[in-house]
């Protein structure tokens, strides 16, 4: 599939966004209002934010993606833009109090959590949906996206240094283990997408056409000498040469290094804000992860080219 | 609404494509676009046409493959592929706006191109490549099965059939009713044994694919030929030496 850049940082971004709004929802300690919590809120409702408004770039027509919000019963993207919504609109009640009065409502930050984990999942069945797929037709999908967004909201959320621990294991502990498990997860996704291709789910050329039970099926000519939609889009074949190099600069920036200041940050007196680095890295890590997730998809129609 | 319709009349309109017969010319994909770019919604673009590296929107593609029997030598087989207008249409069901949608009347699937924001999500939902984005208006493109032509009352009668159906000349293509086991299409599909695109991916199309009937086996090596000597004799035989003289 093609990778493009929109849906990279869209996925990314609103990813952690959201990550960071459940943490929030949680009801972990942050500055208690003011300027402290103003600043927690601009983090996690810009990436949120800046997340969605990247994924209209991706439209044809951004000007009409309001009339996304109609399809909820059916579609996995519409129920991803009305949760969004709604989820921020909750978000936006939950920040006013939390700024201005430094009250942070309980019950609207049970709504916050959930309305964010659901839009990640929303996010992720997007893709996990597809058939047509077979690497993001799988059960893993969703449990990496929400994996991934919790380890990026617990790296925000400790990185302001008022969150200090969870019962008592310090938090940099706790976000050690939330990137961990994240990647032990997309560790297992890369393993079993290996083997679920196309051809093992039966489809080839053969059945694609119809004509397998003649004898082995080649295409001779495309339908036009260039390119189209459908092999621009679906088609896509750049990332794959450089996949396995790419895996391991995702797994070291998103990995190794987070995993190392969370390990300093728990073994030394360095003071918290260190996992906002680790942040930092786990974004940059995540942005190759997410590439490679569109760029090395292999699609159903690509038995026809 | 992009559920599927609950409520249908039992008619599934659609093709019957024959790759027995069908030659490979490409005249029902120009057709296609001739008609489709005038009719239903906007028109079919097409960038850098004259150009070096021309791209556009077609609703209709004919694909040639190769096929290799363990036994005999390679046939080329030409395979037309529009939208199959499936019974489990997976690009309707993705669909954020309410664009797509199947009709419950006849089964065609169809988009609202007002109400396409140009996501592409159904495109991507499509085993077969039967969607496209137009590249000038930004929104998704697919066979309508001619649908302002199959009930056009201003036609005459024997144009109320697909663009594509109505030129192809070696008549590879069929349109009917694939819900009525009596109907024209429906007898040839069991006739010849039609069959499903990717029946694996669910989408339940509804049309249908007949495949190349056997090949009668080639011979080995090319019988020898002989060449009739000219009968010199006759009227015809003086006047072959005469022209010869000329
Ligand atoms: S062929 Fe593709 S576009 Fe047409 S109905 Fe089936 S899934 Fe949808
Ligand atoms: S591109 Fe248009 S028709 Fe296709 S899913 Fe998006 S809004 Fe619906
Ligand atoms: S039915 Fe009409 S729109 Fe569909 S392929 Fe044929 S000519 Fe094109």
């Known amino acids: 599939m093609h990778p493009a850049l929109s849906v990279i940082f869209f996925t990314v971004t609103s990813g952690a966004g959201f990550g960071f709004l459940a943490m929030i929802g949680l009801g972990v300690p942050l500055p208690e209002s003011g300027i402290g919590a103003f600043v927690a809120c601009l983090i996690a409702g810009g990436l949120a934010v800046a997340g969605l408004i990247s994924s209209t770039f991706h439209l044809g027509h951004p000007e009409r993606a309001w009339r996304a919000f109609s399809q909820w019963r059916s579609s996995w993207l519409s129920r991803e833009g009305v949760l969004a919504v709604f989820t921020l609109l909750v978000f936006a009640l939950y920040a006013f109090g939390w700024v201005f009065y430094g009250v942070r409502s309980s019950a609207l930050g049970i ?16 893709y996990a949906q597809l058939k047509t797929v077979p690497s993001w037709n799988n059960t893993l999908t969703p449990v990496c996206y929400l994996l991934f ?3 990026s909201g617990v790296l925000l959320a400790g990185s302001f240094g008022f969150w200090k621990e969870v019962g008592s294991i310090s938090i940099a502990l706790v976000a050690l283990v939330a990137v961990g498990a994240a990647w032990v997860c997309k560790l297992l996704w890369w393993n079993s997408v290996a083997n679920d291709t196309l051809a093992a789910r ?10 397998g039970f003649i004898g082995k099926v080649r295409l001779l000519e495309k339908p036009h000498s260039g390119e189209n939609y459908l092999t621009k889009e679906m088609v896509h074949q750049v990332g794959r040469k450089h996949a396995n190099k790419l895996r391991m600069i995702s797994l070291f920036l998103g990995a190794i290094i987070p995993l190392a200041l969370c390990l300093i940050v728990l073994v030394t007196s360095a003071p918290n804000h260190l996992l906002a680095l680790a942040f930092v890295s786990l974004l940059a ?8 997730f569109f760029a090395e998809a292999k699609h159903a129609v690509s038995l026809y080219y | ?34 008609w489709n770019t005038g009719g239903y919604g906007a028109p079919l673009s097409d960038l850098d046409a004259y150009g070096a590296d021309p791209v556009g929107s ?20 030409h395979f037309p592929k529009s939208c199959l207008h499936c019974d489990d249409a997976p690009c309707v069901t ?18 609202d191109e007002d109400m396409c924001i140009g996501c592409g999500l159904c495109a991507w939902a499509c085993p077969y490549g039967a969607r496209e984005m137009d590249p000038v208006e930004n929104v998704m493109k697919k066979c309508t099965l001619c649908v302002d032509r199959i009930y056009n009352d201003n036609l005459p009668e024997e144009d109320r059939v697909p663009a594509c159906v109505r030129t192809c000349p070696a008549e590879a293509r069929h349109f009917g009713d694939l819900g009525d086991p009596n109907s024209d299409v429906s007898k040839l599909v069991a006739e010849r044994g039609g069959m499903d695109l990717m029946p694996e991916q669910g989408t339940k199309p509804v049309n249908k694919y007949l495949p190349p009937r056997p090949k009668t086996a080639a011979a080995v090596e090319p019988k ?23």
């Open chain 1, 285 to 292: 890590g995540l942005f190759v992860e997410r590439w490679l």
């Open chain 2, 224 to 246: 020898e030929t002989k060449t009739k000597k000219l009968d010199s004799k006759g009227f015809l035989g003086w006047l072959d030496k005469t022209l010869e003289k000329l």
């Open chain 2, 1 to 34: 609404m992009t559920s599927l319709p609950t409520e249908t009349t039992g008619k599934k309109l659609g093709l019957v494509i024959d790759l027995d017969t069908c030659v490979g010319c490409h005249a029902c994909v120009v057709n296609c676009k001739e």
């Open chain 2, 58 to 77: 077609w609703l209709n593609r004919i694909h040639t493959f190769e096929v290799t029997p363990e036994d005999a030598p390679a046939q080329i087989v």
């Open chain 1, 202 to 211: 039966g489809s080839s050329p053969d059945t694609a056409t119809g004509l």
């Open chain 2, 94 to 111: 993705v669909c954020p706006t309410g664009a797509s949608y199947k009709r419950g009347e006849d089964g065609i699937v169809l988009v």
């Open chain 1, 149 to 151: 967004a919790l380890a």
């Open chain 1, 111 to 126: 709504l916050l959590f959930l309305g964010s984990v659901a839009t990640v999942f929303a996010t992720a069945m997007i």
